[in-house]
């Protein structure tokens, strides 16, 4: 530990503090990380800038020549500009420091090593995150201690690639420490995890991906990370919440439709599987059609759908799902299977120059006739998203809110298999809450200058939760042929739990993506039963470097 903390002293003492100017040079097959802090920019000129088009912003994470036309646009505050300059120090190989170390290190204001040859750029970085903080009422420390690497570069202007990983220690939140027992040992985001010390855990995690074009309009990643489909805090169809799954992703633009396809292997990861050699796998095929209506409105439509192998009938991988246009009920139809088709639509419309409208509408399974008597029939399965951005707020430069809803019927995503579930090691490949409740957030992001930023985030959910005995239809990992009564089944059903949720924090970025951040998240879970009450105030500091903060947002 003292090496590495040395070690990390001299790297930070040697970095440079001036760069040269800037020349047009991006490495585009490179994409941009779903957490990275551009992401909020891109949002900002997508609506703000009266020139442009609505972007394709539904899928994640985007490539890079995508965002440099909308965060190349010209710029509408003095931070707008800083964040642009901080995109640039990111990926323009052409920025080049005044005084780079030892004639190798920091050549780039951004980068720890960085190359540029004919045909070949190279990003060499060190990922750290270090976090001490208490929770009120428990008698021990609670930290984070993440070390690891990033390497990241473009071959011959085609060929882009992506490789990070990191080791972790850390003695978390109570509540997230309670949902990794309850999910056997899998920490909300990630993967399993092995016990570290006393009350700690340890844990590694690796991503990584290429990335290149088949033809000017169709470009090709294969990965092992995240995606999120969606314009909201949350998503339904496809969120960053679960741990990293390897995927195959078609990206095909043309005109005003972008259309997505994507194909990935995930863990059926349950109490029932669970052992010490190879867990059970299964797959995801989807795809997701993106029209621009309007110079401002664009809508999606998707359609995916979970299947696994059958002993019973000797199929294994579905290759009928690989076809990349075709309706997936009508495939799960003629084969005769029961595989897991989920359907829904998304919208998003910029108004005003100050304002986004979005939303999303997922249909696990309906029968519209009892949709319309609203005989509460359990096997109306499907979720509801609408939120709006409003940046600029009240004429306030840089202060962007934030308001969302989310709400999914009982049994939602569910199946009774539990295998094809809509989940991935054990947590839902969408919303973190499972299915059977009522959400609504809030979120304030301002940046008063060019290097501060204040973030606030607020919820407030009802949710039916599961007793012992009883299938209320929360856990998307339950069988639900054991549903109780058919009829008369509303959002909330169950154990009535509400959980407000307040997070405050404040970052400065000291160098370019490498920040301090305070932090304080105040958590209270009220139940009828007493048992599940459950509060937590907590206060942390921490640094990070090239490295995401965690998302405990539930």
Request: hydrophobic share 40%; net charge positive.
């Amino acid at each position: 530990m003292r090496t590495l903390i040395i070690s990390f002293s001299v790297i930070i003492s040697l970095m440079p503090f001036h760069q040269s100017l800037y020349a047009q040079y991006y490495p585009d097959h490179l994409f941009l990380p779903l957490h990275s802090p551009v992401v909020k920019t891109m949002e900002r000129m997508d609506v703000l800038h009266p020139d442009s088009f609505a972007a394709f912003t539904v899928c994640r994470p985007w490539r890079l020549d995508r965002v440099k036309k909308i965060v190349e646009q010209s710029h509408l505050s003095n931070a707008d500009h800083a964040n642009r300059m901080f995109f640039r120090e990111l990926y323009s190989p052409a920025l080049r420091s005044k005084k780079p170390v030892a004639g190798l290190f920091y050549r780039q204001p951004a980068h720890l090593f960085s190359m540029r040859k004919q045909g070949f750029t190279l990003f060499v970085d060190p990922l750290f995150h270090f976090e001490y903080g208490r929770e009120a009422g428990i008698n021990e420390h609670k930290y984070v201690n993440t070390r690891g690497v990033l390497v990241q570069g473009e071959l011959a202007g085609k060929l882009g690639f992506y490789t990070e990983i990191d080791e972790n220690q850390g003695n978390f939140m109570s509540y997230v420490m309670e949902r990794k027992d309850n999910q056997f040992q899998v920490l909300p985001g990630n993967g399993r995890v092995k016990p570290f010390k006393q009350n700690s855990i340890d844990y590694m995690n690796a991503r990584g991906y290429l990335s290149f074009n088949l033809l000017p309009q169709i470009s090709l990643q294969m990965g092992q990370d995240n995606l999120f489909i969606g314009n909201g805090i949350r998503s339904f169809m496809l969120s960053d919440y679960t741990n990293n799954y390897t995927f195959f992703r078609l990206d095909t633009r043309f005109w005003r439709i972008d259309y997505q396809n994507i194909y990935a292997q995930l863990i059926d990861y349950r109490k029932e599987n669970i052992a010490d050699g190879p867990v059970a796998r299964k797959w995801v095929a989807l795809h997701h059609l993106n029209m621009q209506i309007l110079p401002k409105l664009n809508i999606g439509l998707f359609e995916g759908v979970v299947f696994a192998p059958d002993s019973s009938t000797g199929s294994g991988f579905e290759w009928y799902y690989l076809n990349p246009v075709i309706f997936y009920r009508s495939v799960e139809y003629q084969l005769g299977s029961a595989d897991n088709v989920i359907m829904g639509m998304d919208w998003k419309w910029n108004f005003l120059h100050h304002f986004s409208f979005y939303g999303q509408i997922l249909i696990d399974d309906l029968r519209y006739w009892d949709l319309l008597k609203a005989t509460g029939w359990w096997g109306n399965k499907y979720a509801f998203q609408s939120g709006i951005k409003y940046f600029d707020a009240f004429g306030i430069a840089n202060l962007d809110i934030q308001t969302e809803f989310n709400t999914a019927r009982p049994y939602t995503f569910s199946h009774d298999n539990p295998a094809i579930s809509w989940s991935h090691y054990g947590q839902a490949l969408g919303h973190p809450l499972g299915a059977n409740f009522k959400e609504i957030l809030f979120s304030a992001f301002y940046q008063p200058a060019n290097r501060w930023f204040l973030q606030a985030t607020a919820f407030h959910s009802l949710c039916g939760a599961d007793s012992g005995m009883s299938n209320y239809g929360s856990n998307i990992l339950l069988d639900n042929s054991f549903h109780g009564p058919d009829y008369g089944r509303l959002t909330g059903d169950g154990i009535p739990t509400r959980i407000n949720y307040l997070n405050m924090k404040l970052s400065w970025m000291w160098r370019p993506n490498i920040f301090f951040d305070l932090n304080w998240i105040y958590r209270q879970q009220k139940s009828d039963w007493a048992n599940l009450n459950r509060n937590t105030n907590y206060f942390a500091i921490s640094f990070r470097m090239n490295f995401k903060a965690n998302n405990f947002i539930f």
